[in-house]
T-cell receptor
Framework: AQKVTQAQTEISVVEKEDVTLDCVYETRDTTYYLFWYKQPPSGELVFLIRRNSFDEQNEISGRYSWNFQKSTSSFNFTITASQVVDSAVYFCALSETNYGQNFVFGPGTRLSVLP | EAQVTQNPRYLITVTGKKLTVTCSQNMNHEYMSWYRQDPGLGLRQIYYSMNVEVTDKGDVPEGYKVSRKEKRNFPLILESPSPNQTSLYFC?????????????FGPGTRLTVT
């Protein structure tokens, strides 16, 4: 069965520090999709990125970057020069289909960025 | 505006009193899902639907029912709520096969069962 582990329950950093959120996944499928979502204190889920299993290119979007390594089944998320507005719960998720079935979330990592 | 809406956003009820949480999407998406979010567990899928009249169980379906009579609506029904169903609930929709894969989430419904 598929599984997503986010070993860091809570992380606190001071503004402008870099922080990496870890995500390790398990799946038997060769085709799968990985996601990161942000949940700010207001509660909504904000989509950050989707990565297909056959695309191992790392991605950078502004201060955000993602490191996908199939060899270690990891999909880590780095925030560079963190800001207070980055404070949120971050979820990594895995799907073995491309339509929402069997969409599995990790337990989340609560990031607190202190001024 | 493309969106998923849920109602109510907040609900406090008592054990055993039937309730329905509505979910509607205006994007003509084929797939819809319900999730519950609990501390330390992330989001877990309750039910999903691949199209009208086609639904299937997710990881935690016990105590819940769903229906998909129209493509845009996917209500979640708790026929006899219990305190362990106190949670934050999210509805989501997905375009379907062949489209860029993204789940669009509703704003969430916070349910408290006393």
């Amino acid at each position: 069965a598929q599984k997503v582990t986010q070993a860091q329950t809570e992380i606190s950093v001071v503004e402008k520090e870099d922080v990496t959120l870890d995500c390790v996944y398990e799946t038997r499928d060769t085709t799968y999709y990985l996601f990161w979502y942000k949940q700010p204190p207001s509660g909504e889920l904000v989509f950050l990125i989707r990565r297909n299993s056959f695309d191992e290119q790392n991605e950078i979007s502004g201060r955000y970057s993602w490191n996908f390594q199939k060899s270690t089944s990891s999909f880590n998320f780095t925030i560079t020069a963190s800001q207070v507005v980055d404070s949120a719960v971050y979820f990594c998720a895995l799907s073995e289909t491309n339509y929402g079935q069997n969409f599995v979330f990790g337990p989340g990592t609560r990031l607190s960025v202190l001024p | 505006e493309a969106q998923v809406t849920q109602n109510p956003r907040y609900l406090i009820t008592v054990t055993g009193k039937k309730l329905t949480v509505t979910c509607s999407q205006n994007m003509n998406h084929e797939y819809m899902s319900w999730y519950r979010q609990d501390p330390g567990l992330g989001l877990r899928q309750i039910y999903y639907s691949m199209n009208v009249e086609v639904t299937d169980k997710g990881d935690v379906p016990e105590g819940y029912k769903v229906s998909r009579k129209e493509k845009r609506n996917f209500p979640l029904i708790l026929e006899s709520p219990s305190p362990n169903q106190t949670s934050l609930y999210f509805c989501a929709s997905t375009p379907g096969r062949g489209y860029p894969y993204e789940q669009y989430f509703g704003p969430g419904t916070r349910l408290t069962v006393t």
